[in-house]
């Protein structure tokens, strides 16, 4: 009885946030993927059409009177949505379908005959299928803009001239997550290793150090780097006054200066995995190793380092993790060629109001965040018994 | 010899990278000039009065504090509730379902900001400074939920079977034994949310409408604007808080270490 009371209470506790994080996150993530795929816009504005059309798109006597009922009911902003949609896929079908619709005030349309009255273009198939294709409550548009497919003239699919854009976007995410996760576990462990081994005062101070990094805002830290790499900011007027430059070197709204701030904002979620690692090493074995005869640099690479990998890698993988969704530093201090997927999302999101193509964006960015972590699982599971073997 | 000096060396860079930044910067945000670069200019309070004047800065200031206690409060009871119910369960429940908790940390903000923009057009509260609080508990109750966690990881059982065979009920035991003894992880957590919260950017600029504007949206917006000494003026203000916080976990931290010393001698 007892017993199951406890489950019960327990249960209802752990209902709340659970009912929570089902609500405010796994919902509007669901949401997202579903409006990758949406083509409800098309679908709901021309029901006669959807279910009048075929597969092919065949154009018909009673296909055309129900696109005619569909255009003479859509209201201006519905039908300025649809238009803009349909001329994605098929170049001229914006002023093709408004032309349509105000003749439709004067001319009754009740075959195919009367709408090439209208205009001769409907005599052309591509107008049909795009209708056709369009009549399903999903598409798969936005996906192929994503790998750089678009539609050529015949209404088929063909690989776009500009390349595949959002391809070349996701590579350089993962080149650039990988460069700070490698300059941050580079910079991050003498600093780790300092903590953990040296005199109580340092270890205090560094400590210190990285922790008020850790939860200084991330505009503040990005704001110091812009700061300090302008023209005007303090690496350009110390390299001139060392006579290394003779004017001002642009450090800022460049690569380099993304990469710096990047790993300086992500640097403690590297620091802070490598001290816990380091803090289980003892300190004899060093003297140990130095006692049976190895020198510094042998006794660091064949005794202590092979003990860290495991901080290197858990501290190398987060940041290359968080790194993949980074977004407010590449933006202040990155050049329009230095930004990340996630500045595309924000940008479809709140400049451009392509809610499609933001939401394929972010699916895209969160299957490769998931992806990492399975990667990041997998290794944790395959580390662990070479571990305890050693 | 070699291998101290190099040794030192490093160190020493790793240390001017994380710190020379931000001990750079600070002096600026008392320039008497309005330019934000060296030698300065005098020395002035005037940006740190410009901010504390102009309406549109206190405004996002009192935004930004009002949503950070409210997520504060929402997340203390969610992790609380969280932390203490998944104790109970079993070993796998508590990896299954506390990693559900976590994984909000995670996924990219952008991408959050995405669905939550949907979700609260949807439901009629875009813009409305509580869909930012919302939004902002889901990363701030996990903050909480491992803060808990770990304290009540850390209590001896035998406290509570001991309260036990003295007859206590367990919802008296729950708040005369293993509440106060938790608390530091409570309060802990609650810094935690409060912090992340204050300090969070992409989700706000997703979810705030002029009116309910925060202040690290306002600060992101000027940076990309125009760099002006009040900008560094607040980002001073916002390092002292940081700082502050930090040093309220320090001291949370300190009863428990002095806690886990006793056992240790005992």
């Given at each position: 009885?007892?017993?199951v009371?406890?489950?019960?209470?327990t249960?209802?506790?752990?209902?709340?946030?659970?009912?929570y994080?089902?609500?405010?996150y796994?919902?509007p993530?669901?949401?997202?993927?579903?409006?990758?795929v949406?083509n409800?816009?098309?679908?709901a504005?021309?029901?006669?059409?959807?279910?009048a059309?075929?597969?092919?798109?065949?154009?018909?006597d009673?296909v055309?009177?129900a696109?005619?009922?569909?255009?003479?009911a859509?209201?201006?902003r519905?039908?300025?949505e649809?238009a803009?949609?349909?001329?994605?896929?098929?170049?001229?079908?914006?002023?093709?379908?408004l032309?349509?619709?105000?003749?439709?005030d004067?001319?009754?349309?009740?075959?195919?005959?009367?709408?090439?009255?209208?205009?001769?273009?409907?005599?052309?198939?591509?107008y049909?299928?795009a209708?056709?294709?369009?009549?399903?409550?999903?598409t798969?548009?936005?996906y192929?803009?994503?790998i750089g497919l678009?539609?050529?003239?015949?209404?088929?699919?063909?690989?776009?001239a500009e390349?595949?854009?959002?391809?070349?976007?996701?590579l350089?995410t993962?080149w650039?997550?990988l460069?700070?996760?490698?300059i941050?576990c580079?910079?991050?462990?003498?600093?780790?290793h300092?903590i953990?081994n040296?005199?109580?005062?340092?270890?205090v101070?560094?400590?210190?150090?990285?922790?008020?990094?850790?939860w200084?805002?991330?505009?503040?830290?990005?704001?110091?780097?812009?700061?300090?790499?302008?023209r005007?900011?303090?690496?350009?007027?110390?390299?001139?006054?060392?006579g290394?430059?003779?004017?001002?070197v642009?450090?800022?709204?460049n690569?380099?200066?993304?990469?710096?701030?990047?790993?300086?904002?992500?640097?403690?979620?590297?620091?802070l995995?490598?001290?816990?690692n380091?803090?289980q090493?003892?300190?004899?074995?060093?003297d140990?190793?130095?006692?049976?005869?190895?020198?510094?640099?042998?006794?660091?690479?064949?005794?202590?380092?092979?003990?860290t990998?495991?901080?290197?890698?858990?501290?190398?993988g987060?940041?290359f993790?968080?790194?993949?969704?980074f977004?407010?530093?590449?933006?202040?201090?990155?050049s329009?060629g230095?930004?990340?997927l996630?500045?595309?999302?924000?940008?479809?999101?709140?400049?451009?109001?392509?809610?499609?193509?933001a939401s394929t964006?972010?699916?895209?960015?969160?299957?490769?965040?998931?992806l990492?972590?399975?990667?990041?699982w997998?290794?944790?599971?395959l580390?662990?018994?070479?571990?305890?073997?050693a | 010899?070699?291998?101290?000096?190099?040794y030192?060396?490093?160190v020493?860079?790793?240390?001017?990278?994380?710190?020379?930044?931000?001990?750079?910067v600070?002096p600026?945000?008392f320039n008497?000039g309005s330019?934000?670069?060296?030698p300065?200019d005098?020395?002035?309070?005037?940006?740190?009065?410009?901010?504390?004047?102009t309406?549109?800065?206190?405004m996002a200031l009192?935004?930004?504090?009002k949503?950070?206690?409210g997520?504060t409060?929402?997340s203390?009871?969610?992790?609380?509730a969280?932390?203490v119910?998944?104790?109970?369960?079993?070993?796998a429940?508590?990896?299954?379902?506390?990693?559900?908790?976590?994984?909000?940390?995670?996924?990219?903000?952008?991408?959050l900001?995405?669905?939550?923009?949907?979700?609260?057009?949807?439901?009629?509260?875009?813009?409305?400074?509580?869909?930012i609080m919302?939004a902002?508990?889901?990363?701030g109750?996990?903050?909480?939920?491992i803060?808990?966690?770990?304290t009540?990881?850390?209590?001896?059982p035998n406290?509570?079977?001991?309260?036990?065979?003295?007859?206590?009920?367990?919802?008296?035991?729950?708040?005369?034994?293993?509440?106060p003894?938790?608390?530091?992880?409570?309060?802990t957590g609650?810094?935690?949310?409060?912090?992340?919260?204050f300090?969070?950017?992409i989700?706000?600029?997703?979810l705030?409408s002029?009116?309910?504007?925060?202040?690290p949206?306002?600060?992101?917006?000027?940076?990309?604007?125009?760099?002006?000494?009040?900008?560094?003026?607040v980002?001073?203000l916002?390092?002292?808080?940081s700082?502050?916080?930090?040093?309220?976990?320090?001291?949370?931290?300190?009863?428990?270490?002095?806690?886990?010393?006793?056992?240790?001698?005992?």
């Amino acid at each position: 009885m007892s017993r199951v009371s406890l489950y019960l209470s327990t249960l209802l506790l752990v209902a709340l946030p659970v009912a929570y994080v089902a609500f405010l996150y796994l919902v509007p993530l669901g949401g997202v993927a579903l409006r990758s795929v949406d083509n409800s816009t098309i679908h709901a504005n021309l029901p006669a059409t959807a279910s009048a059309i075929d597969e092919a798109g065949a154009p018909s006597d009673e296909v055309a009177a129900a696109l005619a009922k569909d255009l003479a009911a859509a209201d201006r902003r519905s039908l300025g949505e649809l238009a803009r949609l349909l001329n994605l896929d098929a170049p001229g079908m914006r002023s093709l379908l408004l032309k349509t619709k105000r003749a439709l005030d004067e001319v009754e349309v009740k075959g195919l005959a009367d709408l090439r009255a209208i205009d001769p273009d409907w005599d052309e198939p591509i107008y049909w299928q795009a209708l056709a294709e369009n009549a399903q409550p999903y598409t798969f548009r936005y996906y192929a803009t994503a790998i750089g497919l678009d539609r050529d003239p015949a209404g088929g699919w063909q690989f776009g001239a500009e390349g595949a854009i959002y391809l070349q976007i996701l590579l350089r995410t993962f080149w650039m997550s990988l460069q700070v996760a490698v300059i941050a576990c580079l910079i991050a462990y003498p600093l780790a290793h300092a903590i953990a081994n040296g005199p109580p005062t340092v270890r205090v101070l560094l400590l210190g150090a990285v922790l008020l990094s850790f939860w200084m805002s991330i505009l503040v830290r990005t704001t110091a780097w812009v700061v300090i790499l302008q023209r005007e900011g303090l690496v350009n007027e110390a390299l001139m006054a060392l006579g290394l430059v003779r004017e001002p070197v642009q450090l800022i709204f460049n690569r380099l200066g993304t990469l710096l701030a990047m790993v300086h904002v992500l640097l403690p979620f590297a620091v802070l995995p490598l001290l816990n690692n380091m803090k289980q090493i003892p300190a004899q074995q060093r003297d140990a190793a130095r006692s049976l005869g190895a020198g510094p640099f042998e006794s660091f690479l064949r005794v202590y380092l092979p003990q860290t990998m495991r901080g290197i890698l858990v501290g190398a993988g987060t940041v290359f993790i968080l790194s993949l969704g980074f977004y407010i530093t590449p933006a202040l201090v990155g050049s329009p060629g230095d930004q990340l997927l996630s500045y595309y999302i924000a940008d479809f999101m709140l400049k451009q109001l392509n809610w499609g193509m933001a939401s394929t964006l972010s699916v895209i960015l969160l299957a490769c965040v998931l992806l990492g972590l399975a990667v990041a699982w997998l290794v944790n599971l395959l580390w662990r018994p070479a571990a305890r073997a050693a | 010899m070699i291998a101290r000096i190099l040794y030192v060396l490093l160190v020493s860079l790793a240390v001017l990278f994380l710190l020379a930044p931000i001990l750079a910067v600070i002096p600026l945000a008392f320039n008497g000039g309005s330019f934000l670069s060296y030698p300065l200019d005098g020395v002035s309070l005037r940006w740190f009065e410009t901010f504390l004047t102009t309406p549109p800065w206190l405004m996002a200031l009192g935004n930004s504090v009002k949503v950070a206690l409210g997520a504060t409060v929402i997340s203390v009871v969610l992790g609380g509730a969280a932390a203490v119910g998944l104790h109970a369960l079993p070993n796998a429940w508590r990896v299954v379902v506390g990693g559900l908790f976590m994984s909000p940390l995670v996924v990219p903000s952008v991408v959050l900001s995405v669905g939550l923009f949907f979700l609260f057009a949807r439901l009629g509260l875009a813009g409305h400074p509580l869909s930012i609080m919302l939004a902002h508990a889901l990363l701030g109750f996990p903050l909480v939920f491992i803060s808990v966690a770990a304290t009540l990881r850390g209590l001896d059982p035998n406290l509570d079977l001991a309260a036990s065979a003295m007859g206590a009920s367990r919802w008296y035991r729950f708040w005369t034994v293993t509440f106060p003894l938790t608390l530091p992880g409570f309060w802990t957590g609650a810094i935690f949310a409060f912090m992340t919260s204050f300090d969070e950017v992409i989700i706000a600029l997703f979810l705030s409408s002029p009116e309910s504007i925060t202040l690290p949206v306002v600060l992101f917006g000027s940076l990309r604007d125009k760099l002006q000494p009040t900008i560094v003026a607040v980002a001073v203000l916002l390092t002292c808080t940081s700082a502050l916080f930090l040093a309220a976990l320090g001291w949370l931290g300190r009863p428990r270490q002095a806690a886990q010393r006793t056992t240790e001698t005992r």
